[in-house]
């Protein structure tokens, strides 16, 4: 057997079982990116029914108006208490872990209504943060003008 056959065979006896450590430390880094992925995408999807139940609250509210006569023409008025009555009947029944923070109304003919809520991860992750505060806010005007 020559010098060089020899060494090759010794090169390739020592590298026997070093995939192994490189195999997991690929498999922990992929089960991490699946956990992060699968965290990041229910936050989005929490953030956008949060959205979605702010448009309906502030719909709702813009709803709720009282009608004024002015000489010979009836308004459309929208006041805060009017508004917050019709857009927390909505948060209430719809997202009762969602809380309404404010409802009002800054022209007389808008409802603008902001929830929020708290969101948590499904995985446990330590990468991932725990009790993320999200928010949303909407705003709807009256169809009667």
Do not use: N
């Amino acid at each position: 057997m020559t010098r060089f056959a020899r060494l090759r065979r010794d090169l390739a006896d020592d590298e026997e079982g070093s995939i192994l450590p490189l195999i997991l430390g690929y498999v922990l880094l992929a089960i991490a990116v699946i956990f992060v992925c699968v965290c990041a995408t229910d936050m989005y999807i929490a953030q956008k029914r949060l959205d979605a139940l702010a448009d309906a609250a502030a719909l709702a509210g813009a709803d709720g108006f009282s009608l004024t006569v002015e000489g010979d023409g009836v308004r459309a008025e929208l006041t805060d208490d009017l508004i917050r009555e019709q857009a927390s009947a909505i948060v209430s029944a719809t997202a009762p872990d969602a809380a309404l923070v404010s409802a009002t109304s800054p022209d007389g003919v808008s409802a603008r209504v902001t929830v929020a809520a708290e969101w948590h991860p499904p995985l446990f992750s330590p990468f991932v943060p725990d009790g993320v505060p999200l928010r949303a806010t909407a705003t709807s005007r009256t169809a009667l003008q």
